[in-house]
């Protein structure tokens, strides 16, 4: 059963990003998260919205970006969706954390965060065009 | 967000606090690069007060670090990071490359 969404819709300026997260944080921590998993899930947020405004909008901050929270069953769901250029998150390879920090490459780490921070990450290219991301999180899960 | 940088005779001492992400985190690479081209290549961040520390943060981080460990010349080390900043950077693979101390005074004094 999914319960009531909460949503918040801003402008694609990076400077809204820290109200995104207190808007995220809060509404994990009343779905009774831990907090260790409501950090989880305000960095794994930070991260998709900061695809949707640099990637997606490739910078422009008059473009939208929609957030949403909600439950369904055990799970807290987020929802991040743009109207930007429709971004391929399979053509971004991982950061190879196995070598030197020297020879590593710099890239990948958003898309790492959210994958390994969030129980699954879901990404959709709506009919009217943009990206949405759904990130789900279980309550007490692992990580917790 | 706050960065304050001191010059320390060992090296600079850079303290962060506040929350660091994709808005801001070109400050924190304006801040370490200020030391480096001033010829400081040995820094220590003191993240004691850090509420967040997003993947740009820790690109600028990673940049830094790589320069500044070029030909041996210093190192980025850092004290007293906050136990949900350390998880991130340990996920990230930093943590087990990078020096770490409790505090500011130990890193520095690790230099």
């Known amino acids: ?144 | 967000m706050q960065i304050t940088t001191n010059h320390l005779k060992r090296c600079d001492l850079i303290t962060l606090s506040g929350r660091f992400d994709s808005s801001n985190a070109h400050e924190l690479q304006a801040a370490l690069r200020a030391s480096m081209d001033e010829g400081v290549y040995r820094i220590v961040l003191d993240m004691k007060d850090v509420t967040f520390f997003g993947s740009a943060a820790i690109r600028a981080l990673v940049q830094a670090y790589k320069e500044c460990r070029r030909w041996n010349r210093g190192d980025v080390r850092l004290a007293a990071i906050p136990e949900r900043i350390t998880e991130v950077l340990d996920l990230a693979g930093i943590l087990p490359l990078v020096q770490v101390y409790d505090d500011a005074v130990l890193g520095v004094g690790s230099f």
């Not at chain 1, 989880?40 to 490739?58: G, I, K, L, P, S």
């Not at chain 1, 929270?69 to 743009?82: I, K, S, T």
């Not at chain 1, 196995?98 to 990450?121: A, N, Q, T």
């Not at chain 1, 990404?123 to 899960?141: D, L, S, Y």
């Open chain 1, 1 to 144: 059963m999914t319960s009531t969404q909460h949503e918040i819709c801003v402008t694609s300026e990076l400077a809204n990003l820290a109200n995104i997260g207190s808007f995220v944080s809060e509404r994990a921590r009343l779905s009774g998260m831990s907090e260790k998993q409501v950090f989880h899930v305000q960095m794994a947020v930070d991260e998709a919205c900061t695809n949707a405004m640099v990637h997606a909008y490739q910078g422009d901050p008059e473009g939208e970006v929609r957030v949403c929270c909600y439950l369904e069953g055990n799970d807290f769901v987020v929802e991040v969706v743009d109207q930007g250029q429709v971004f391929d998150a399979s053509s971004v390879p991982e950061p190879d954390l196995g070598r030197p920090l020297e020879e590593r490459d710099i890239g990948g780490l958003g898309l790492f965060f959210m994958r390994k921070l969030m129980d699954s990450v879901v990404f959709v290219a709506p009919h009217e065009g943009g990206n949405q991301v759904i990130m789900r999180k279980r309550i007490g899960g692992r990580l917790s």
